[in-house]
Nanobody, 118 residues
């Protein structure tokens, strides 16, 4: 069982930066692929980024590539999402997720709101 708690969301102007954190409980954090997703009202949740258990492999949605960076600290059971050059279209609730395999995300956090003003 893994519990995830996101933090770091807020209101920022376009062009600004935010760093999201996701703290995980449990001793098996390092065995999980970690991902970030986002959702806006009326739309399906969309993939943003993921990182392998070791942190050696990352993958991004085209919409955030070059602006967002995912990282993890297995000693702290935490995964991060550094978001730079934010745009109004990045406004969403951002969710952290953990899974054993890429195609199956088993655990989700409660989400943190990110609002980018123009």
């Amino acid at each position: 069982q893994v519990q995830l708690v996101e933090s770091g969301g807020g209101l920022v102007q376009a062009g600004g930066s935010l760093r999201l954190s996701c703290a995980a409980s449990g001793r098996t954090f390092s065995r999980y692929i970690m991902g970030w997703f986002r959702q806006t009202p009326g739309k399906e949740r969309e993939f943003v980024a993921r990182i392998s258990w070791s942190g050696g492999t990352t993958y991004y949605a085209d919409s955030v590539k070059g602006r967002f960076t995912i990282s993890r600290d297995n000693a702290k059971n935490t995964v991060y999402l550094q978001m730079n050059s934010l745009k109004p279209e990045d406004t969403a609730v951002y969710y952290c997720s953990a899974g054993r395999v890429v195609s199956s995300w088993d655990y989700w956090g409660q989400g943190t709101q990110v609002t980018v003003s123009s």
